[in-house]
């Protein structure tokens, strides 16, 4: 029996400011019965969806009760070592908070890159090293979340999307919204759930047709999160191998369903 009535996949991007529209920022809903479509962004002057609408968006959705799969493709925590070096408290809600206190990029006004330059914020006292890894992205092979400005990075996206949970979160409490795996690597019935996707995982398991990369990246997630829970597999992925040490600090640095 599926866990979830409904699935979401966001194809994420740290370009510009929270209120730019970005061709980028794609987002794909299915149900049991229903292969993935596309959302359009609410109807304003902007062609595409903003970070901000994406955001409030996924709130008023998630507050309707449908139990709800939901995978965005940016990293949702930093390695260990972020941890260690800057003194901060194991405790993932804390680095959040932590986080959008030095890199405030939900601001209106507010570019990843004016933190990086020093305009805004103080990212010089929260940064990291590319040489610094998740253990699920060297597993992986997926670069580090501090790795900016080459192909295939989602270092930006992650820094843009990171004050977003934040703000659900807080929306919508540990009550109703289970964030895998820092709320537990099981989840239980009745609540929604947001995890971090790797689209290269999966995105060759299904036909392009006529979309554009971004848009397929957000279609092969949503595709994917209903086909593994309809068909059984998703408890598998809920719960990688791994040594049994290395569970507390993959919980804290946060994982990418799929990996195994």
Known sequence: MPLFKRYIGIDYSGAQ???ASLKGLRV??????HSPVEVLPPPSPRKYWTRSEVAEWLGDRLEDGVTTLVGIDHGFSFPLRYFEVHHIEPDWHVFLEDFKKHWPTDGKNNYVDFVRDGLCGNGAARSGLSRWRRITE????AKSVFHFDVPGSVAKSTHA??????YLRNRLGRDRLHFWPFD??????????LCEVYPSLWSKEFPREDR???????YSVAAMLRQVDCD???HTLLKPEMLPGQ???AQLEGWILGVL
């Open 138 to 141: 060297a597993r992986s092979g």
């Open 247 to 249: 569970y507390p600090e």
């Open 161 to 166: 999307g990171l004050p977003w949970l934040l």
């Open 232 to 234: 059984g597999r998703l």
């Open 17 to 19: 400011t929270p209120d």
């Open 212 to 218: 554009t990369g971004d848009q397929h990246d957000a």
């Open 184 to 193: 537990g690597w099981e989840v239980s019935g009745g609540k929604s759930v």
């Open 28 to 33: 794909y809903e299915a149900d049991r019965d």
